[in-house]
Every structure is written in structure tokens, then in C-alpha cells.
């Protein structure tokens, strides 16, 4: 079968991260997997295993798709993402990666192709791997402390219970701007995603 695309979502392997604010791509893949599996339109399969990522396929607005999790650890993410592309010739402007993305404020996203990095390990080595930084970025934003010394505590941190909320709608906000991608275009996918707001969490104690 012939795969239109690659869908990564970034974070670290293990119990002890799923939760952190580093792995806000890898609860959109997870979402993205648990959506697919109840509906049969998506066509769910999960793929070869490697040590170095999971792997499924997807359907999404009639085009098939890969959708992976890197095991590598985040600063090695391009070695699972390019053996990926490698193997099913995909090329890297057909790469969509989603990522924790700390100049953003909680709550709020930006698509984009190519770009700079912003000091983000994750998509540095995925640059690295495949040559080039044109692939797409969903850069979900999880906002700074206030010094920069305390960015790699903050990043591993994990969310608050509110944070989760958040993050949980964000993840669903990506699935649908890749849907309106694969349907409409980037124009569209583009619209949706900058602008998304997610609803207010609920503040009772």
C-alpha cells in the first residue's frame, strides 16, 4: 500500500513521562490511534514494530497515512522518523510532526512548514536526519517559566490536572486540523488551527 504521509507525534518513551508537558505529541497520537480503532471509516492497523518507534496506519479524509511514535527518546527523534520515511518512501515535505512548543501559551497552536527550530531537540534531530527542515509543524503551545534555566525541569513536569484538560483538547483540535488538511488543504488547516481556543476547564475543587 502506498502512504500519502507521516503523522509523529513527539515525546518520551515510559510511565514516568506520559503525563509531562515534553509528550503533549505522543497524547495526540494516542488519541489519534484510540479514534481510529472505534471508527471503521479510519481503517486502523497497527504496523511493524521496531525498537525504535510504534507504528500504525490510518485513513484520514480518504488518504492513508503512517502515524508513529518515536522510541528513541526525544533528541534521537529523526532516527525513527527517517528510517520511517526511508522504508516507506516518504518524503519530508509529506511529514507532519507534533510537538510541545514552549513560545506558545497553553492553549493555543500554530501550523507551519519548515522553519526554525527554536532550540527544540525533537525537531533539530528530525532536520538532521532527513536533510532538511520543510517538513509540517504542529506546534502546540505549553507556554515558559519565567527563567530559562528552569526549561528542561518545566518541560519534563507534569501537566496539572487542568493543564490535562487543555491538553487533551488540543491533542482533538490537531486531529481535526490534519483532517481539514487532508480534505482542504493547507490554507484551511492553517485557519483552523491558529486560530483554535480551547473551552474552560473546570475550576471547582
Known amino acids: 500500500m502506498e502512504y500519502k504521509a507521516l503523522i509523529a ?7 514516568q513521562y506520559a503525563k509531562t508537558r515534553h509528550n503533549i505529541g505522543f497524547m495526540a497520537v494516542d488519541a489519534l490511534a484510540e479514534m481510529a480503532a472505534s471508527r471503521k471509516s479510519m481503517r486502523y492497523k497497527k504496523m511493524d514494530l521496531s525498537g525504535d518507534y510504534e507504528l500504525f496506519s490510518v485513513t484520514v479524509a480518504g488518504s492513508n497515512v503512517l502515524v508513529t511514535k518515536p522510541l528513541t527518546y526525544m533528541n534521537l527523534s529523526g532516527k525513527a522518523v527517517a528510517a520511517i520515511c526511508g522504508k516507506y518512501s ?27 527550530n527554536n532550540g527544540h531537540r525533537g525537531l533539530e534531530s528530525i532536520q538532521q536526519t532527513m536533510g532538511s527542515p520543510d517538513f509540517f509543524r504542529i506546534r502546540v503551545g505549553i507556554g515558559r517559566p519565567e527563567f530559562s534555566s528552569q526549561v528542561k525541569d518545566y518541560v519534563l513536569e507534569e501537566f496539572t490536572t487542568e493543564e490535562l484538560d487543555t491538553a487533551a483538547q488540543m491533542s482533538q483540535a490537531a486531529i481535526k486540523g490534519l483532517n481539514l488538511y487532508f480534505r482542504r488543504g493547507q490554507g484551511d488547516a492553517t485557519q483552523f488551527m491558529n486560530s483554535f481556543v480551547p473551552e474552560p476547564t473546570d475550576k471547582q475543587s
Open 9 to 15: 507525534g513527539l515525546g518520551n518513551p515510559g510511565p
Open 90 to 116: 516518504i518524503p519530508v515535505g509529506n511529514v507532519f510532526v507534533i510537538h510541545d512548543e514552549l513560545d506558545l501559551p497553553a492553549g493555543k497552536m500554530k501550523f507551519k512548514k519548515g522553519g526554525g
